[in-house]
């Protein structure tokens, strides 16, 4: 049974960081690419970052570019996202997902967990 389960999430202070964590079982990690989204109340779920199962290709969306840093162990099968800089706008629940290599779509999402950011 795959499972993708969240962690980390909290209420904060505007300025102020987070680490997410995003504990993976029931699927062979390195087959894999890995992704966080997040969506915030009336809001689309949008894309935030993805990371290859190796590491070595990321991408972010350009309203959290050098803010956050999306890294993955693959000896932990754990994937996290550290958010620095965190602004009242970051506020939503974060999830993690899973896609196949090669494939375009993610199908495989943790529950969330909620991130609040206070001015």
């Known amino acids: 049974q795959v499972q993708l389960v969240e962690s980390g999430g909290g209420l904060v202070q505007a300025g102020g960081s987070l680490r997410l964590s995003c504990a993976v079982s029931?699927?062979?990690?390195?087959?894999?690419?890995m992704g966080w989204f997040r969506q915030a109340p009336g809001k689309e779920r949008e894309f935030v970052a993805a990371i290859s199962w190796s590491g070595a290709t990321t991408n972010y969306a350009d309203s959290v570019k050098g803010r956050f840093t999306i890294s993955i162990d693959n000896a932990k099968n754990t994937m996290y996202l550290q958010l620095n800089s965190l602004k009242p706008g970051d506020t939503a629940v974060y999830s993690c997902?899973?896609?196949?290599?090669?494939?375009?779509?993610?199908?495989?999402w943790g529950q969330g967990t909620q991130v609040t950011v206070s001015s």
């Open positions: 997902a899973s896609r196949l290599r090669g494939t375009r779509e993610y199908d495989r």
């Open positions: 029931g699927l062979t990690f390195s087959m894999y690419d």
